[in-house]
């Protein structure tokens, strides 16, 4: 039987638990089946539960004598240790783990905790529908986005209503289909209407529908049902059923092959983003014909189970399943990459997710939102269960002051959006700066002026040349697309490693900053940049050291006068692997320009952040970046310094 809410005063007795299965965080005892069993057997409630949903939802092998299992806060993981070399298994070895997620509806957390906001031991959630294509999935969008509209502040708009040069009409009565594309100065004059923005794969698809300028035409007049692709088909349904009219997709609203068109609407992706209703993202889908809805796999199905209560005649609907891989409460744009969708792999993906004040993922499992308030998911939690993730934290950011979290160190929001950006895939390298400058154009509006150079911002100059190329290295890019001090010089994913450091001293002044753009867009592509930078510097030598060595910064060394400087140095490129006028051969000379001390945690010890540097071979009056120091011993940087002399530089 099941009690009725209110009935139970002193509630914290109500769930089950003995010396085998202890509430959290007692996770000390490992009991194996054979033990739950037993304790189960004897009357815990929790333990009879648990054997229940082991013998459900895990393979056969989860039974053995040798799998040891522990309980945390709804969730049940058993670990076989003797396929683990030394007894310990890593957390992320989803071979040797088994894991259930046991969940109750939101109603029955009131059975427990008179506030819904306090913490259970049974999570609340929701048993996932079968497809994201059923009722229930667009009945919990619509909660999500009337819940955001009417009380979400940092949601609202914070600037004059826009409208794109170009939407996509999907209720049209004047075609058939009802989608035609519309020039919106001439058919929604100074007209504020909502629309919504799709975020998708591109992949080697290419839509009949894709607006060209000899389909220009034929779009306005309207676009056969038959000639657009199933992911567009899936995703204007979606938003009819929503009451939704007016639709935003690049491959339609941009001409793809005016180059003057897509590099002013490509400047635009700031507002168009950032000033929608919503962006729906088809998030596990790889191209516009896969379709936007998923199923869920028999793997993450639901299973309904009953757990006893002490008070002897209560018995509890718990459900439980494998926890399914979804990113709501992901701390990165990227989970694991054997687990990251297709969407979330592409590079101009991030700043379409950042800069939208409302972003609806149809993932592989469920749908789940995002907006500049809170994360959900469609399988945890009630409207009070929510997270916080980078996507919240990074995209305030980008919203200004009136949005931005707190933080002691200003300069590292921007930093993470490059970190994050810079471990997506771009199908062409010239795309580097254009597919973040949507982000950048944003940022820009609420610093007071500050220039943007190169994917860096003057103020935070010093900050900013602090960047290290992570592994695996790779050959310098053959195409230039940026200075070498920018981390769009390297095709690799870039770090700034003191980004939560404070700074003690900078170093570096920066003298001037040029560009050279290649288009009207102030973030967007350059022709060329540098900057005249002044400083402590010394010359050395770089010796190569061991090109297989498991560190990067183990591969090459400095020789200083008489002094080796080793295990510091951070390449940007793999040198050895390059060609031409990028190769840094063994015995370089090379200039060692002091950037930043920072103060490590503690404040009794600094890392000295240096820049490594080598003559142009194309100009000798001129250096490039090869490299950084990141010295954490004292009597080196004592040694150094002390052997350097203030100079002005200007690096290319």
Same mark, same amino acid.
């Given at each position: ?10 509630? *914290? ?31 815990? *409630? ?6 229940? %949903? ?90 999500? !986005? ?51 923005? &799709? ?68 400047? %635009? ?10 962006? &729906? ?72 997710? &950042? ?7 149809? +993932? ?87 220039? !943007?150079?190169? *994917? ?9 040349? +602090? ?126 320009? %002091? ?12 890392? !000295? ?44």
């Amino acid at each position: 039987m099941f009690i009725e809410l209110g009935q139970v005063e002193d509630r *914290g007795w109500l769930v089950p638990s003995c010396l085998t299965c202890p509430p959290p965080p007692h996770v000390q005892r490992k009991p194996t089946y054979e033990d739950l069993r037993q304790a189960g057997e004897k009357g815990c *409630g929790k333990c009879a539960l648990f054997t229940q %949903a082991i013998l459900a939802i895990c393979a056969p092998g989860a039974c053995l004598p040798a799998v040891e299992w522990s309980w945390n806060y709804s969730v049940l993981t058993g670990r076989d240790r003797s396929r683990s070399g030394r007894g310990e298994t890593k957390v992320d070895d989803l071979d040797l783990a088994y894991e259930i997620e046991f969940f109750i509806h939101p109603d029955s957390k009131r059975l427990f905790v008179p506030n819904p906001r306090l913490p259970t031991e049974f999570h609340v959630g929701y048993p996932v529908p079968k497809s994201t294509d059923f009722d229930e999935t667009l009945s919990r969008i619509r909660s999500w !986005y009337s819940t955001c509209v009417e009380f979400h502040d940092n949601c609202k708009p914070d600037s004059e209503p826009y409208v794109p040069t170009r939407l996509l009409d999907i209720q049209s009565p004047l075609y058939e289909s009802r989608v035609r594309l519309l020039e919106t100065q001439i058919e929604l004059p100074d007209t504020q209407v909502d629309y919504v923005c &799709l975020s998708h794969c591109w992949a080697k698809s290419r839509p009949d529908c894709i607006t060209l300028r000899s389909t220009l035409d034929n779009n306005i007049k309207g676009i056969r049902w038959e000639g657009i692709p199933k992911t567009f088909q899936d995703v204007i349904e979606v938003l009819r059923r929503l009451h939704f009219r007016y639709l935003w997709i690049d491959s339609i609203c941009i001409i793809q092959d005016d180059a003057d068109d897509w590099t002013r609407e490509a400047a %635009a992706m700031c507002n168009v983003y950032s000033q929608a209703a919503i962006t &729906l993202a088809a998030t596990n889908s790889p191209d516009s014909h896969h379709g936007l809805h998923s199923v869920l796999s028999q793997d993450y199905r639901c299973h309904e189970f009953s757990m006893a209560l002490n008070d002897g005649i209560t018995n509890l609907r718990v459900w439980g399943r494998r926890p399914i891989p979804h990113f709501a409460n992901s701390e990165t744009h990227n989970m694991r990459q054997d687990e990251t969708p297709p969407l979330l792999k592409r590079g101009w993906v991030l700043q379409e997710r &950042l800069l939208s004040r409302r972003v609806v993922h149809f +993932a592989n499992a469920e749908v789940t939102w995002e907006c500049l308030d809170r994360c959900q998911c469609q399988c945890l939690g009630a409207d009070d269960e929510h997270t916080v993730n980078q996507k919240v934290v990074l995209g305030a950011f980008l919203h200004g002051p009136r949005t931005q979290f707190k933080t002691e160190y200003p300069a590292a929001p921007w930093f993470e959006i490059v970190e994050e950006y810079t471990n997506l895939a771009l199908t062409f390298a010239k795309d580097r700066f254009p597919a973040l400058s949507g982000a950048a154009q944003r940022s820009r509006q609420f610093r007071g002026g500050d220039k !943007y150079v190169a *994917g860096l911002w003057e103020s935070e100059i010093a900050q900013g040349l +602090a960047w290290c190329a992570c592994a695996p290295l790779r050959a310098r890019p053959k195409e230039w697309v940026a200075p070498t001090w920018s981390w769009a010089a390297v095709d690799s994913r870039v770090a700034w490693p003191g980004k939560h450091l404070e700074v003690a001293q900078e170093n570096l002044a920066l003298v001037e900053a040029n560009s050279i753009l290649s288009g009207p867009d102030p973030t967007g592509r350059l022709t060329s940049a540098r900057i005249a930078v002044r400083g402590p510097a010394t010359p050395g030598i770089l010796i190569w050291e061991n090109m297989a060595a498991a560190r990067i910064d183990s591969m090459f060394s400095l020789q200083i006068d008489s002094r080796k400087i080793a295990g510091y140095l951070w390449p940007d490129y793999a040198f050895h692997m390059s060609e031409g006028e990028s190769l840094v051969p063994h015995m370089t000379k090379v200039l060692w320009l %002091a950037v930043l001390d920072l103060l490590l945690p503690g404040g009794r010890q600094h890392e !000295y952040t240096r820049l490594v540097l080598r003559q142009s071979i194309q100009d000798p009056q001129e250096f490039e970046r090869i490299g950084i120091l990141r010295v954490e011993n004292k009597e080196d940087n004592d040694f150094m310094m002390e052997r350097a002399t203030c100079m002005e530089l200007i690096i290319t």
